[in-house]
Every structure is written in structure tokens, then in C-alpha cells.
């Protein structure tokens, strides 16, 4: 009787793992951002770091998109406006603005983004891939009552016009 207990036990276990594993592959995490009054969303694990806007150096004869590069914490970081590189509006510069840290084929990048607005987890059925790469968009997704653009962070960065 006490070894079918444990096996029990043991079986529902394995059960509750199983099946948080596949809640976990069900639901994604994003760190949602605003870009000109428009909320966007990469997932949280490309995102090294977010930190406040710093000094950044110019670079002569880049890219409109391309800031410049900046020092975060001893690393050389090339900062882009992704709003210039989505075509939207670009906004004053304001202290809510920050830098997302992301690493691409080795090299590391800061996105200037709006303002950084929270971690949303997003189920899959909630996900349109319907949009895949329009506008450098991978797909878009509905969360609460807004529409949540999710970026393809290799082809923004990789798909230079």
C-alpha cells in the first residue's frame, strides 16, 4: 500500500512537471515597449539589458537609423533609433527613454526605444503570423484590448534598405 502512494505521488509528479513544461512552451514572454504611442514586443530572453539613455558618439557617414555607439559597462555598443528604422514618427528625446541591450551575431546593439512598459505573457493562439516581416514585424498579437507588434529582431537588424 505505501509503494502505490509513492508511486502515486510520483506519478502526479511527473504529471504537474509535464504540464507546466508545456505551459511554458504554450506562452511566451515579451518585453513590451512603446515607439511613437504604438506598443511593441521582443521576446525576453533576446534582451540582455535595459538601461537608461547615455552619452552615445556619433558615426560618421552611417546609416540615418544608426545613433552612434555607446560604452555600457566597459562593452561598445552600437545604438539604433528603431523607430527611424520602422519608419515612424520620431519623438522628442525624453527621460524615458531607454537603451535594450541585444546581441546579434556576436555583436551587441542598443535599441532606443520610447519607453519600456512591462513583461507580457503571450499565448500562442494569441499570436497572428500572418504579418511576417511586414514592416520588419513578425507577427502581431492581442493583448487585453491592444494590439501588440511583435519585431523580428534579426531582419530589422539584418535587412538594411
Do not use: C
Request: proline content about 1%.
Amino acid at each position: 500500500m505505501a509503494h502505490e502512494l509513492v508511486d502515486t505521488m510520483q506519478a502526479n509528479e511527473l504529471n504537474a512537471q509535464k504540464l507546466k513544461e508545456q505551459e511554458q512552451k504554450s506562452a511566451h514572454r515579451w518585453l513590451s515597449f512603446n515607439l511613437s504611442n504604438k506598443r511593441f514586443a521582443l521576446p525576453v530572453d533576446d534582451v540582455i539589458e535595459v538601461v537608461r539613455q547615455t552619452d552615445i558618439a556619433s558615426i560618421p557617414g552611417s546609416n540615418e537609423h544608426v545613433l552612434g555607439v555607446a560604452n555600457i559597462r566597459g562593452q561598445i555598443v552600437i545604438v539604433l533609433d528603431i523607430r527611424k528604422r520602422l519608419n515612424l514618427t520620431v519623438e522628442l528625446y525624453s527621460d524615458t527613454n531607454r537603451i535594450l541591450v541585444v546581441e546579434i551575431d556576436d555583436m551587441l546593439y542598443g535599441l532606443l526605444v520610447d519607453k519600456v512598459l512591462d513583461v507580457l505573457e503571450l499565448d500562442e493562439s494569441a499570436v497572428a503570423w500572418e504579418n511576417q516581416h511586414a514592416n520588419d514585424v513578425s507577427a502581431t498579437a492581442q493583448w487585453a484590448d491592444e494590439t501588440v507588434q511583435l519585431v523580428d529582431l534579426q531582419h530589422v537588424l539584418n535587412n538594411e534598405e
